[in-house]
Nanobody
């Protein structure tokens, strides 16, 4: 099992950017595929982005391509989510997840989850 702690959330104006971080501990980070999900108020949690253990494969929710970018630094046991041109509808709790099955877009592919970090985008 790997423990995950997200950081970097906060309040930002529409059009702004944020860089979320997720620090992993307690496991071999480089053996895990990583993902970001989010849950907006009153909605179900949804897939944002995923990255393979090596960083060579990435995948994004179609609606977020071009604005969000996932990356990882295995030397620092950290995965990042760069969110640009933020919109009020991006307001959500963002969760980091880790799994070893693959770079899937469904929650069931990941069995390790962080507590989430709040992102609020004001108009």
């Amino acid at each position: 099992q790997v423990q995950l702690v997200e950081s970097g959330g906060g309040l930002v104006q529409a059009g702004g950017s944020l860089r979320l971080s997720c620090a992993a501990s307690g496991g071999t980070f480089s053996s895990y595929h990583m993902a970001w999900f989010r849950r907006a108020p009153g909605k179900e949690r949804e897939f944002v982005a995923t990255i393979s253990w090596s960083g060579s494969i990435t995948n994004y929710a179609d609606s977020l391509k071009g604005r969000f970018s996932i990356s990882r630094d295995n030397a620092k046991n950290t995965v990042y989510l760069q969110a640009n041109s933020l919109k009020p509808e991006d307001t959500a709790v963002y969760y980091c997840a880790a799994g070893q099955r693959g770079t899937g877009t469904m929650e069931g592919w990941y069995n390790n989850w962080g507590q989430g970090t709040q992102v609020t985008v004001s108009s």
